[in-house]
């Protein structure tokens, strides 16, 4: 069945630690990938995109994703998070082949904790 | 500037109001969205709006009704919720509704139906 998966409902790590997000999807050719984050009661803010090229991007407020083709994988990574970071964080697809307006397909979410 | 606006930021309705939920972009975007989003939950697509004309509702129920006046615009009309229909209601927006478009999201109406 076509999904995206993230494994982790929730993760705590230490202000300055370095911080890695999974996320895997399941669809026939590899959809345009997303990651947002949503601070608690809040709407959601687009870190990062990757439509096609680089496989390393760069998005806002210093993180980065890596797109894994072999793996179906686009994990979120921050060398070193802050307290400011503690969010829920969601990856979503853009699946291909769909005939009309794209419908956005989230993943469960990670929710992330920092302690001081 | 990548704002959307919604208003009410919060909102308490009985079951028998009738009331309307406000999104606005002015970024020259010409699709927009409804979600849903319960606590703990990703947001659900409910409506899609491209070039002013409704292109995807996904089986919505017809107590809510969404409208979107001009390209800036975009409204969900509510009646005669039930209190499970309460929950984050996110509206969003996109240059286009083609697929390699990035959508951006605005603060949400936190709705209570009591």
């Known amino acids: 069945a076509q999904s995206v998966t993230q494994p982790d409902i929730h993760i705590t790590v230490s202000e300055g630690a370095s911080l890695e997000l999974r996320c895997n999807y399941s669809?026939?050719?590899?959809?345009?990938l997303f990651w947002y984050v949503q601070s608690p009661g809040q709407g959601l803010q687009l870190l990062l995109k990757y439509f096609s090229g680089d496989t390393l991007v760069q998005g806002i407020k210093g993180f980065e994703a890596e797109f894994k083709r072999s793996q179906s994988s686009f994990n979120l990574r921050k060398p070193s998070v802050h307290w400011s970071d503690a969010a829920e964080y969601f990856c979503a697809v853009v699946p291909k082949g769909f005939q009309g307006a794209q419908k956005l397909v989230f993943g469960q979410g990670t929710r992330l904790t920092i302690n001081p | 500037d990548t704002e959307v606006t919604q208003t009410p930021k919060h909102l308490v309705m009985g079951m028998t109001n009738k009331k309307s939920l406000k999104c606005e972009q002015h970024?020259?975007?010409?699709?927009m969205y409804w979600y849903k989003q319960k606590a703990k939950k990703p947001p659900e697509l409910m409506f899609v709006?491209?070039?002013?004309?409704?292109?995807i509702n996904e089986s919505v129920p017809s107590r809510f009704s969404p409208e979107c006046p001009n390209s800036s615009l975009l409204n969900l009309h509510l009646h005669a919720l039930q209190p499970e229909d309460s929950a984050l209601y996110l509206c969003?927006?996109?240059?286009?509704?083609?697929?390699?478009?990035?959508?951006?999201f605005g603060p949400g109406t936190r709705l209570t139906v009591t």
């Open positions: 709006y491209s070039y002013e004309k409704l292109s």
């Open positions: 669809y026939g050719a590899t959809p345009y």
């Open positions: 970024m020259g975007h010409r699709a």
């Open positions: 969003a927006s996109s240059q286009s509704s083609g697929l390699a478009y990035e959508q951006y």
